[in-house]
């Protein structure tokens, strides 16, 4: 990361520096912690992937010594996706973050598509299904050649 160029005496002043020195008068320690406790603990839930992605990237700040590399970074956020979501995210090694959150976005598309084509099929068999001696939405009596 770049520098400014210090003056006799004083060290640098790295952007992370400058982003605590700017944090430290509206985010006291307590508040500071709390928010590092809610990034630590933050699963996906009933959020989106993206949803999720936003909630983690905006929380991530009051933890950069817990993301300060991409391979720290993609193991917390790993940590918190959804179960079935996680499995096929971590059979994978990626470089980059946004390559993992592209992929875990294309995994939740695919996994709802297929939830919704299987509620789909559920649902036209439980038409075709008998009942009474009938099928469901037909009549019940029973057809007769003249």
């Given at each position: 990361m770049g520098t400014v160029k210090p003056r006799g005496g004083e060290d640098p002043l790295t952007w992370t520096r400058l982003?605590?020195?700017?944090?430290r008068p509206y985010y006291p320690k307590d508040v500071q912690r709390m928010k590092e406790r809610e990034v630590l603990g933050l699963k996906q839930g009933n959020l989106s992937v993206m949803e999720y992605a936003c909630k983690f990237n905006e929380l991530s700040r009051f933890v950069p010594h817990q993301v300060s590399t991409e391979e720290r970074r993609m193991d917390h956020f790993a940590q918190g996706l959804k179960g079935r979501i996680w499995s096929m995210i971590a059979g994978h090694t990626f470089d980059h973050f946004q390559?993992?959150?592209?992929?875990?976005?294309k995994i939740a598309r695919v996994l709802d598509e297929s939830e919704n084509e299987s509620h789909a099929l559920s649902q036209g068999k439980r038409?075709?299904?008998?009942?009474?001696?009938?099928?469901?939405g037909g009549s019940n009596k029973q057809y007769k050649p003249n």
């Open positions: 982003k605590e020195l700017m944090d390559d993992m959150y592209q992929r875990a976005v038409k075709m299904e008998p009942f009474r001696g009938g099928f469901r």
